[in-house]
């Protein structure tokens, strides 16, 4: 598929709660494309975050892409829900639903985008079944559930894994990397064939986010 300019995702999961309706309206005053909702369950990943009502909240306040990341158990209880709160992108964990086809067909049929995510321990093999009917793929290069932490080496492998398949099979997924991604990693992702970096503190503790945006996507060429 055809590169474009790297989408980057901040994620509200790192923005001041107090001030979310401002925060969310910072996303796109700095060129940023997709605001990244983080949704935890406290059993799915050892913290708790927000449900659809505040996605149904923040949605008057920006047109950008929101790109709801459902790291809950059984996600297939939610997604309607999540669909009508706002949500463009819904994406599930391979490993927390059972029936992965029904639950990707159900975001569909809710009139969203459908994405998959994996965690660090989890293989590209174990969701070869299900490429040809998801619109993203979310590659956690963090272990979920926090904020703030370091990217792990290993995970890299997956996205030029998926890359890979995507230019053999004329797959159209985009490829989106979430955990450890700043200025300093950046470039290997989009080397590896990323289209969409999300971005917790690395973004959110910049006083000039519009620089930090324009300086991601240079260093994505680099």
């Known amino acids: 598929m055809e590169k474009t300019s790297l989408i980057i995702a901040p994620s509200m999961l790192s923005s001041d709660f107090s001030r979310t309706a ?4 910072s996303i796109k005053a700095s060129g940023a494309q997709w605001v990244h909702l983080d949704v935890m369950d406290g059993r799915f990943v050892p913290n708790i975050t927000f449900g659809p009502k505040f996605i149904k909240d923040l949605r008057p306040h920006s047109d950008l892409v929101f790109d709801t990341h459902l790291m809950v158990d059984e996600p297939e209880r939610f997604i309607t829900h999540f669909a009508q709160s706002g949500s463009d992108h819904i994406t599930v964990h391979a490993e927390a639903t059972v029936h992965l086809h029904r639950t990707l067909q159900m975001i569909r049929d809710c009139g969203c985008k459908a994405g998959v995510s994996l965690i660090p321990s989890s293989s590209v093999s174990s969701i070869l079944p299900i490429l040809d009917m998801v619109d993203l793929i979310l590659i956690m290069t963090v272990n979920p559930g926090f904020g703030g932490q370091s990217l792990i080496p290993s995970t890299l492998e997956k996205i030029g894994e998926l890359a890979s ?33 999300v971005c917790g503190s690395a973004f959110f503790c910049e006083q000039d986010r519009a620089a930090f945006v324009r300086a991601m996507k240079e260093q994505a060429k680099a």
């Open 22 to 25: 401002e925060e969310v309206e």
């Open 165 to 197: 398949i995507r230019e053999k099979k004329g797959y159209k997924y985009l490829i989106s990397v979430d955990g450890g991604i700043n200025l300093s990693t950046v470039a290997t992702i989009a080397k590896l064939g990323a289209d969409v970096a």
